[in-house]
């Protein structure tokens, strides 16, 4: 699902309220959740999951293309850990259509 899609479910969830009302609130939860990852805070959404950052090395990568080796900065990358409840609710029955391979 991406945003746009997300904002036009909500809009058909709550038809009292006008799509574009809908996309400033997706946007400023966004907003909000990217602005505290950015100050490094980590937040946390109760049934759903939790989203932080994460540190990564200075490394010596390689271009796939040329296969030259490429010195590769360190950085911080977001990282999400899904919830208890998403999980639970995932895992209530099988996908149609898509068989699961056995452990």
């Known amino acids: 699902m991406i945003k746009s899609e997300l904002v036009l479910k909500m ?11 809908i996309e400033i609130l997706v946007n400023a ?3 909000e959740i990217t602005t505290a990852l950015s100050r490094g805070d980590r937040v946390e959404l109760r049934g759903f999951g939790t989203f932080s950052t994460k ?25 999400f ?3 208890k409840e998403i999980r639970e609710r995932l895992n209530v029955k099988p996908v149609k259509g898509k068989a699961r391979a056995k452990a």
């Open 11 to 21: 809009a058909e969830m709550n038809p009292h309220l006008y799509q574009r009302d």
């Open 55 to 79: 540190e990564r090395d200075a490394r010596l990568g390689r271009n796939p293309r040329t296969g030259a080796k490429v010195d590769v900065t360190e950085k911080r990358v977001p990282y």
């Open 29 to 31: 939860i966004l907003d």
């Open 81 to 83: 850990k899904a919830g």
